[in-house]
């Protein structure tokens, strides 16, 4: 998948669809590809389950995390606002993990033109058929479009990350290819890939054999676990 990602990543999805884990692996593996690659965590919504948590984990990576100080008030975050200008402009790989929803997605759109005047954006749409609200194509059509309207850009991708956490199975993943499908249609855009625990990711490609299977790390856990 990463070989067909724009320069600027955009994640985007419903609350607890996987939008977090995604970036961090994505932004660790454009790293890994010789990319000099920036997470930014854009989510001022949710104190929990943000790239921001995974500032070790970047900073041993040798990549650039850029969070806003004051996540979940509504105080003013200049210093994230002058640091990410200057990053789209740069043109530099950058993954950006956004909030879940409208709520989240309207801190983006603060970004959207200048996002639009680099002309190379991906904003990957992350689903998760077993979260509620996003259990048919129509119920994740409309969070879409809710978060296109607030963030003013759109969609170029659907990723399904559709999981049911540490008792995910293969099979699981494997039937919720039709809801992806009928999904991405719906928003006229290509499902670009189905993300997958590394440590099943082949048996899901036995399953899905006309699918693209991105293996992924599972960082973003549950406090228990």
Not at 55 to 64: N, T, W
Not at 129 to 139: D, H, S
Request: proline share 4%.
């Amino acid at each position: 998948m990463l070989e067909h990602l724009k320069p600027i990543t955009i994640i985007v999805g419903h609350y607890g669809s996987g939008k977090t884990n995604l970036a961090v692996n994505l932004a660790l593996d454009r790293k890994a590809a010789g990319q000099d690659v920036a997470l930014v965590d854009l989510d001022t919504v949710n104190p929990y389950f943000r790239s921001a948590d995974f500032k070790g984990l970047a900073e041993q990576a040798g990549i650039e995390l850029v969070a806003p100080v004051y996540a979940g008030t509504n105080l003013d975050i200049p210093s994230l606002t002058a640091r990410l200008d200057a990053l789209i402009e740069s043109g530099r790989p950058l993954v950006i993990d956004v909030g879940g929803d409208d709520a989240g997605a309207a801190a983006l759109g603060r970004y959207s033109g200048l996002i639009r005047e680099q002309g190379a954006y991906d904003l990957l749409y992350v689903v998760n058929r077993y979260r509620y609200l996003t259990r048919t194509a129509p119920e994740a059509l409309e969070i879409l479009w809710e978060i296109q309207k607030a963030s003013r850009l759109q969609v170029t991708g659907v990723v399904n990350n559709s999981n049911l956490g540490e008792i995910t199975t293969p099979e699981d993943v494997a039937d919720t290819d039709t809801f992806a499908k009928e999904t991405a249609e719906s928003c006229q855009a290509p499902l670009l890939a189905v993300s997958v625990n590394r440590r099943f990711a082949a048996s899901v490609g036995d399953l899905l054999r006309d699918r693209k299977i991105y293996p992924i790390s599972i960082y973003v856990k549950k406090p228990w676990e």
